[in-house]
């Protein structure tokens, strides 16, 4: 027996709840931004991401509502995506607090800078991997906005590198869930994709 859900039947809020419940788990872009005086940075978790293009790279977040992201992004052209560790789980929850417009998260919830390389907003010092963007596009659907950043730099600690890659057991990315829950890595499963030539045929073919 299955449950219905008509989202032209439910509030914005409870189908929301329900689409975020079972979209799960979703990375996590610990966006930076600055704004257009460079008098605050700005710092905000957005849990709807991902990669978008290969090549150009591009990755995209989005904003639901009209944050300060997405007007330090409009108003700058750039932004950093930092990656939201395991062991900053606090802080990282902190930083999605509805500080006023031109406060700094950074500020406020005491987490560390340090100077992007092609961008003028900062990177989280203790996150062990940042994308630096360009503003791409975007889009407006509904009362959301999806940013597209074009990676123009890319920085990982050499303490999570192996074998020439970053390696998942040593980034310990956090994911949201539902609700007010969050995850952790658990474990990894691997598998290597079937080459066609491979496919067992039964007919015989």
Not at 187 to 201: G, N, T, Y
């Amino acid at each position: 027996m299955r449950i219905d859900f008509d989202p032209a039947e439910q509030d914005r809020g409870s189908f929301y709840k329900l689409l975020t419940s079972v979209i799960v788990p979703r990375p996590i872009a610990w966006v930076s931004t600055t704004n257009r005086d460079g008098s605050a940075d700005n710092l905000a978790p957005h849990s709807f991401f991902t990669v978008s293009c290969v090549s150009p790279p591009i990755v995209q977040f989005t904003s639901v509502g009209r944050k300060d992201s997405v007007r330090n992004v409009e108003e700058t052209g750039q932004f950093v995506v930092n990656l939201a560790p395991e062991h900053l789980f606090e802080q990282i929850n902190a930083t999605a607090t509805d500080f006023p417009h031109g406060v700094s998260e950074f500020d406020e919830v005491g987490i560390a800078r340090e100077p992007s390389t092609r961008v003028k907003p900062p990177r989280v010092a203790a996150s062990p991997v940042a994308l630096e963007c360009e503003l791409h596009s975007t889009l407006r659907l509904g009362d959301s906005t999806v940013v597209f950043g074009r990676v123009v730099y890319a920085v990982v600690s050499e303490a999570v590198m192996s074998d020439g890659l970053p390696d998942v057991r040593a980034l310990r990315p956090l994911a949201r869930l539902g609700k007010d829950e969050w995850g952790t890595l658990g474990e990894v499963l691997e598998i290597k994709r079937i080459p066609l030539a491979d496919w067992p045929d039964p007919l015989g073919r």
